[in-house]
């Protein structure tokens, strides 16, 4: 009776420190990066076309020439800039950090959803000359916010890339999306288990220690044949 008592308030204090469930984060990790960079290939364009939920239409596609390396909406998906001038107009694309919520208020203080199909968004911008490339842009490794469609219904979520400051070069490693329509994610989210996964892990070790240690207290069992 005690080790059951004890065994509730274990549960109850690990379970209270669990999160509601936001729902099923669906993560695409991709073994080697995709990688946009025309030089040495014999193209003069590279197009990219991402499928986040594999449902076999194109989301978003990555382009890469000689001056530039950007990314383009279809189906009026849409990914968070930081505008330029006012809302509706676009600007670069907002380089977020782990854990930043993206969801329907992410267009809130200072940023915005945008996206034209068929319009590309650059990443990096170059020019070649004598002294070598002038860029403007890039975008350090972090998350791209991005709020696409799923069978008429609005999903969000994440996509991990690189792009270089000083070269038309971007590298794109994985991405992430929120299967419960509507609902927001946070940047990153589905590299580690969420706090209410976390605590169900700790629950099943306690769980599996007290059942040890149990059976431990008992003693070696007798297999010997009872005597005639």
């Known amino acids: 009776m005690k080790n059951s008592a004890r065994l509730i308030g274990v549960l109850a204090l690990v379970l209270s420190a669990a999160t509601p469930c936001r729902g099923i984060v669906a993560v695409t990790w991709l073994t080697e990066p995709i990688v946009l960079w025309i030089y040495g290939t014999g193209q003069w364009t590279q197009n990219e076309p991402l499928d986040l939920n594999g449902d076999g239409f194109t989301d978003y596609v990555f382009q890469a020439n000689p001056a530039s390396v950007g990314v383009g909406s279809d189906s009026g998906n849409q990914y968070l800039v930081r505008p330029t001038g006012g809302n509706d107009i676009g600007g670069p694309m907002e380089s977020l950090p782990g854990?930043?919520?993206?969801?329907?208020?992410?267009?809130?203080?200072?940023?915005?959803?945008?996206?034209?199909?068929?319009?590309?968004?650059?990443?990096?911008?170059?020019?070649?000359?004598?002294?070598?490339?002038?860029?403007?842009?890039?975008?350090?490794?972090?998350?791209?916010?991005?709020?696409?469609?799923?069978?008429?219904?609005?999903?969000?979520?994440?996509?991990?890339?690189?792009?270089?400051?000083?070269?038309?070069?971007?590298?794109?490693?994985?991405?992430?999306?929120?299967?419960?329509?509507?609902?927001?994610?946070?940047?990153?989210?589905?590299?580690?288990?969420?706090?209410?996964?976390?605590?169900?892990?700790?629950?099943g070790s306690f769980l599996l220690a007290l059942r040890r240690r149990k059976i431990m207290s008992r003693g070696p069992r007798d297999t010997s044949p009872p005597c005639r």
């Open 99 to 203: 854990g930043f919520e993206i969801g329907p208020n992410s267009g809130d203080d200072g940023l915005d959803w945008f996206g034209e199909n068929g319009e590309f968004n650059d990443l990096i911008t170059c020019l070649e000359g004598s002294g070598g490339y002038t860029c403007v842009g890039g975008f350090p490794r972090s998350y791209m916010g991005v709020e696409f469609n799923i069978a008429g219904n609005t999903h969000y979520g994440w996509i991990d890339l690189f792009a270089s400051s000083d070269s038309p070069y971007a590298e794109i490693y994985g991405w992430g999306y929120e299967t419960d329509p509507g609902v927001g994610i946070p940047a990153g989210a589905g590299m580690i288990p969420e706090p209410a996964t976390s605590a169900l892990l700790a629950v």
